[in-house]
């Protein structure tokens, strides 16, 4: 069992930096696969990032290759996303995941845990 606590969102300009946080409990935390993935208002979520259990290699969605990082410290049972040149667009719920079978999927439904989401919002 894996609980996930997501923080750092907030409201930024367009152009500016926010960092997410997630925080997970669980003993086997160093071995599962974790993403991002995001929620804006009337749509579906949408996948944003994933990183292996080695943090040796992430994916990223199209929309945010070039300004997202995603990193992980297994040691204090942390990953975090970097977000740089925000916009508008990149205004939602973000949500921390992990995926016990550590497949680097963007397929939500491949995440087993799931954490409560930190609101995001770019204005122009």
């Known amino acids: 069992q894996v609980q996930l606590v997501e923080s750092g969102g907030g409201l930024v300009q367009a152009g500016g930096s926010l960092r997410l946080s997630c925080a997970a409990s669980?003993?086997?935390?160093?071995?599962?696969?974790l993403g991002w993935f995001r929620q804006a208002p009337g749509k579906e979520r949408e996948f944003v990032v994933a990183?292996?259990?080695?943090?040796?290699?992430?994916y990223y969605a199209d929309s945010v290759k070039g300004r997202f990082t995603i990193s992980r410290d297994n040691a204090k049972n942390m990953v975090y996303l970097q977000m740089n040149s925000l916009k508008p667009e990149d205004t939602a719920v973000y949500y921390c995941a992990a995926d016990r079978y550590a497949r680097n999927s963007y397929y939500s439904r491949n995440y087993d845990y799931w954490g409560h989401g930190t609101q995001v919002t770019v204005s122009s």
């Open positions: 990183i292996s259990w080695s943090g040796g290699t992430t």
């Open positions: 669980g003993r086997t935390f160093s071995s599962y696969g």
